[in-house]
Nanobody
Framework: QVQLVESGGGLVQAGGSLRLSCAAS????????MGWYRQAPAKQRELVAT???????NYADSVKGRFTISRDNAKNTVYLQMNSLKPEDTAVYYC??????????????WGQGTLVTVSS
């Protein structure tokens, strides 16, 4: 089994910053793409950003230039630096990872979510 544990959420004023972390643990041979998704109240879950094992990144248009995704492969950890936060960034943020317990066996894993609230 593999677990993703997120941390770093909280309450921040508009214009402020937060840094989310997500650490993977368990039966891990390697980890492929990792990412962050978010779900606001009464809305569908949406992609925020992803990063491949080689470091290639992809961002939602709504966060480009404000959010930065990074990862530490040695620590099996992915980060999301969020700057210039807006009230519309308020959501539960979920970590996602494509994990491998062997070269031919993969499992997509989700974290439990961490709440980010941006006040105006």
């Amino acid at each position: 089994q593999v677990q993703l544990v997120e941390s770093g959420g909280g309450l921040v004023q508009a214009g402020g910053s937060l840094r989310l972390s997500c650490a993977a643990s368990g039966n891990i041979f390697s980890i492929g793409t990792m990412g962050w998704y978010r779900q606001a109240p009464a809305k569908q879950r949406e992609l925020v950003a992803t990063i491949t094992s080689g470091g290639s990144t992809n961002y939602a248009d709504s966060v480009k230039g404000r959010f930065t995704i990074s990862r530490d492969n040695a620590k099996n950890t992915v980060y999301l630096q969020m700057n210039s936060l807006k009230p519309e960034d308020t959501a539960v943020y979920y970590c996602n990872a494509l994990t491998f317990s062997s070269p031919w066996k993969h499992l997509e894993v989700w974290g439990q979510g961490t709440l980010v609230t941006v006040s105006s």
